[in-house]
């Protein structure tokens, strides 16, 4: 059975309040990947929410980029998820303000009915601790919002 993975992809942009440095951080964004049963990342495009550039994301972590391409119509909006859902469902995601990634994770499990498993809605660290909410897909009618607590590890 095909997972789903959120997953960060490299964008070669620069953030606005960083470009003034002299070696400015690498600007990374979060996409929803499929992982297939070869564990073969399925081949799709994301835009950079930063530049507007397209990249082919080809496996979890790795893009590439589209060189000359600020825009691609064949890209899942948030708004073309929203009619695949049933609406408590498209409630939840949009009260809490879910980015595109989040939607197209909530949407595989529902679709994929791969019950019990949750999408993370959002999260704060404050002196290394995490803290937010996640979202439990427990059937076709039954969902569930609960909070987590954890301390962060850096290493």
């Given at each position: ?44 495009f994301a835009q950079c929410p930063n530049c507007g550039i397209v990249h082919k994301v080809v496996d979890i972590c ?94």
């Open positions: 059975m095909p997972t789903g993975q959120k997953h960060l992809i490299k964008c070669r942009c620069v953030l606005l309040q960083f470009r003034k440095r002299k070696d400015p951080p690498v600007h990374q964004f979060t996409v929803f990947s499929v992982v297939d049963d070869d564990d073969k990342v399925k081949t799709k790795r893009s590439e980029l589209l060189l000359n391409r600020e825009a691609m119509s064949s890209i899942v909006t948030i708004d073309d998820i929203k009619i695949s859902l049933p609406e408590v469902l498209v409630t939840i995601l949009s009260a809490n303000i879910a980015d595109l990634p989040t939607w197209e994770a909530a949407q595989f499990i529902y679709e994929n009915k791969q019950w019990g498993q949750f999408v993370v809605l959002n999260s704060d660290t404050e002196e290394g601790i995490k803290q937010g909410k996640y979202l439990m897909i427990l059937g076709e009618k039954l969902f569930k919002i609960e909070q987590f607590t954890r301390e962060e590890v850096i290493k």
